[in-house]
């Protein structure tokens, strides 16, 4: 192939990777709600000290079948944390002979013992203002510790008692370098093999999912070939 050749070939991916970066940016940055890297809507639960029933985006249901309800220790909020975690999309186990509850939510995990102050959030060591414990035999946890730990607003309205979770949307990232990454997935994608699958390591999954994304509003294609994992 001819060098003029070369560098017309060159040009056009340039071009047209350029291009691709541009639509996600545009995507990523003008907040379009309808782009297709748009998700889940955000998720509120409400509860009331005493009270056995929650709301989950407005929609009233009870916390559990023995009708348990949030409590208030020391000054912090204990709640039955299963019904919570499960309305927000996550998985609650148990563990009886270590007494330890495991709450699971997008990829991260807490760990914490009844009566212990010690938990865990994924491998670190994290330190409680008030211990889990069981009333009427049920694991009662601490709200915000949790929340927080997994990305949730917390909000307490001292006059009705009531406590607010919001969960956020589950999007795909769209910050500059997941958008940077992206592109050079796509390059990968492009320029290595002229059957267009992916022959090089998928560095993020900000980079698979757009990827994805670009095949459905008609940039290349969604199928890859995975070679190996690091």
């Known amino acids: 192939m001819t060098r003029n050749a070369n560098f017309r070939k060159v040009a056009v991916f340039v071009a047209v990777l350029a291009l691709i970066c541009a639509v996600f940016a545009g995507l990523s940055f003008h907040g379009n709600n309808d782009s297709v890297l748009a998700s889940d809507e955000e998720i509120v639960i409400t509860l009331r000290i005493g009270d ?10 009870s916390i559990d079948e023995s009708g348990t309800s949030p409590v208030i220790m020391n000054d912090r909020t204990l709640v039955p944390v299963r019904a919570i975690i499960e309305a927000a999309g996550g998985s609650v186990s148990w563990d009886e002979t270590a007494r330890e509850a495991s709450l699971s939510y997008n990829g991260n995990t807490v760990r914490l013992v009844i009566d212990s102050t010690t938990a ?8 409680l203002d008030v211990a889990p414990v069981i009333l009427n035999d049920r694991t009662m946890l601490p709200i915000r510790f949790i929340s927080e730990s997994f990305g949730f607003t917390v909000g307490w309205e001292q006059s009705t008692q009531t406590i607010t979770i919001t969960v956020p949307a589950d999007t795909a990232s769209t910050d500059p370098v997941a958008v940077d990454q992206a592109c050079i997935d796509i390059v990968y994608n492009t320029d290595r093999s002229e059957s267009g699958t992916l022959i090089d390591r998928i560095e993020s999954r900000n980079g698979l999912h757009t990827l994805e994304h670009a095949a459905e509003i008609g940039y290349g294609s969604s199928e890859y070939e995975l070679v190996s994992i690091d």
Do not use: A, I, K, L
């Not at 056995?52 to 249901?61: D, I, L």
């Open 120 to 127: 865990y959030f994924n491998d670190t060591v994290r330190t």
């Open 52 to 61: 056995p029933q929650m709301t989950v985006n407005g929609e009233s249901e």
